[in-house]
């Protein structure tokens, strides 16, 4: 006779993952400023991932080394920050704001239709088009980034203060309690 497992839906697992991955987080060595900021640059360049094509994956490690951040902790924030569906739920508005910034009208290609058989001909005009089509949204997405960035740094460093001081004072109580056992 096999062991049940339970089954979970959709939403379930979500919240599974996203508990498992911030009882992590809180776990991690390092300290406060080093875990808070890794989560902070990790949650932070999730935003950039749509509108980069995921090329912000090469730059993750060296941000996250330079700025003296944990890495364990950018990943979880990275995790974290895709579970939200925040970026995708994001990109009109960032679009919009990218739009506010940058309110020249980018036509390189004069609209040319994507097409692979053209790209590998030679003929890069529509891939241009692409790219410079998402120069709002990358805009709007960096400005979003490092908001959250921001606040997800004051958060994950307050959450992380308030759970050493609890399992420290747990430690504490079960010391005390066993001091106070009497000997038999």
Do not use: C, W
Request: net charge positive; glycine share 10%.
């Amino acid at each position: 006779m096999g062991i049940k497992h339970k089954k979970y839906n959709f939403f379930q697992k979500i919240g599974r993952t996203f508990k498992f991955n911030f009882v992590k987080l809180l776990r991690s060595p390092g300290g406060a400023k080093k875990v808070s900021l890794g989560f902070a640059i990790g949650f932070g360049l999730e935003m950039l991932v749509i509108s980069t094509a995921s090329l912000i994956y090469i730059l993750f490690v060296p941000i996250v080394r330079l700025a003296k951040g944990s890495l364990p902790a950018s990943i979880i924030g990275n995790v974290i920050g895709k579970l939200t569906f925040l970026p995708v739920i994001l990109l009109p508005f960032a679009r919009k704001i990218g739009k506010i910034i940058f309110p020249m009208k980018v036509n390189v290609a004069h609209g040319t239709p994507f097409s692979f058989q053209n790209l590998m001909h030679g003929d890069f005009h529509s891939l241009l088009s692409i790219l410079h089509g998402g120069v709002h949204v990358l805009i709007g997405m960096t400005i979003f980034g490092i908001v959250f960035g921001i606040i997800a740094y004051f958060i994950v460093h307050y959450l992380y203060e308030k759970e050493k001081t609890r399992r420290l004072n747990k430690r504490r109580n079960k010391e005390s309690q066993r001091k106070n056992m009497p000997i038999t």
